[in-house]
């Protein structure tokens, strides 16, 4: 069985609480024996993949497969080509860690989402974008770290492909089981 869900704000990407006021995967009915497939921080959204298939795990996040994963960023201030480049082109060092080529740019407004809950703290003074990362690599707050490193902290993350499969209308706290098409487009 595969699971996409649509992992909302402020929850946690683990079945088990680590504190009372935790929310968890377990508070969802997701259907028993499935883990998930990866991780988003409690403070990133978007789709995550549950499975009770463990070959899936290797072929899905393994670097060496480099198996893409595209999020929608919102970023304090204003990209421009140069942080965009480093972004992209590989040479971006992390925590001591070179990180992978990916794809980079400015999406032309804001995206298409449902609203967050709490909403992002808005500062008249200081603009705000939004950039689409394509990864290959899944290091811990990648994302984060890389747009901080260029000067362009994330404000808000969400995770809306893997591979070729789309998030889409799948509403926060949502969840269906894959078809062979939609494996497909997984690359699985």
Excluded at 10 to 17: A, G, I, K, N, W
Excluded at 151 to 173: D, K, N, S
Aim: include cysteine; proline fraction near 9%.
């Amino acid at each position: 069985m595969l699971i996409a869900f649509h992992k909302p704000f402020d929850v946690l990407s683990q079945f088990t609480r680590e504190l009372p006021e935790h929310r968890t995967l377990a508070d969802f009915s997701l259907p028993k024996d499935v883990y998930a497939i990866g991780r988003l921080d409690r403070d990133s959204e978007g789709l995550l993949l549950l499975s009770d298939e463990k070959p899936l795990v290797d072929r899905l996040l393994n670097p060496r497969h480099e198996h893409p994963r595209t999020y929608w960023a919102q970023v304090e201030g204003t990209p421009d080509e140069a942080s965009l480049r480093r972004l992209s082109d590989g040479t971006l060092v992390i925590q001591g860690h070179r990180v992978a080529k990916a794809k980079a740019r400015c999406l032309p407004g804001e995206p298409d989402l449902p609203p967050r809950t709490p909403p992002i703290r808005y500062r008249a003074a200081i603009p705000t974008a939004w950039i689409e990362l394509t990864l290959t690599e899944g290091k811990n707050r990648q994302v984060r770290r890389m747009t901080a490193a260029v000067g362009l902290p994330t404000l808000r993350l969400v995770r809306v492909a893997i591979g070729g499969f789309l998030l889409g209308e799948l509403a926060p706290g949502q969840w269906r089981e894959l078809e062979a098409a939609d494996r497909r487009l997984l690359g699985v």
